[in-house]
């Protein structure tokens, strides 16, 4: 089978899940939520970032399952790459952007006391 077409065919699955969000930089689903915890796929694209942020609630574990990009923590900058992973403790102001040819796949998981989307403070919106 073509490698071409079964990438294709593999965004075209991704998009068109359910719960699927999509966002300029790529986009997310969420795979359970229970209780104290939240478990997201993400995808970021090549060139894209997640904007400056942190989080009054939640810390964040996340693991590259595929790809590779660049990680903010707390004004400490790291390379991250496929099987590493990476945790974001609560109030700690982190970024995330991928500066690879290839998608940077992710699971975010997300533990504390309140997971809303509205629990995210911009630090400067450049989402791209």
Same mark, same amino acid.
């Given at each position: ?51 400056? @942020? %942190? ?5 964040? *574990? ?6 590779? $990009?660049? #990680? ?11 099987? @590493? %992973? ?5 109030? *700690? ?6 500066? $690879?040819? #290839? ?19 911009? *630090? ?5």
């Amino acid at each position: 089978m073509n490698i071409a077409v079964q990438k294709e065919n593999f965004h075209e699955r991704i998009d068109s899940a359910p719960g699927w969000q999509n966002r300029p930089w790529g986009g997310y689903q969420a795979l359970t939520q229970q209780g104290r915890f939240k478990v997201r796929h993400l995808i970021l694209k090549p060139g894209k970032s997640l904007g400056m @942020q %942190s989080h009054f609630h939640r810390s964040e *574990h996340w693991v590259v399952v595929s790809g590779s $990009g660049r #990680v903010v923590v707390a004004e400490q900058t790291a390379e991250i790459y496929e099987n @590493q %992973s990476i945790d974001i403790p609560v109030g *700690h102001v982190h970024q995330l952007e991928n500066h $690879g040819k #290839v998608d940077l796949h992710l699971i975010e998981v997300q533990t504390g006391a309140y997971l809303g989307e509205d629990d995210i403070l911009r *630090h400067d919106d450049v989402a791209a």
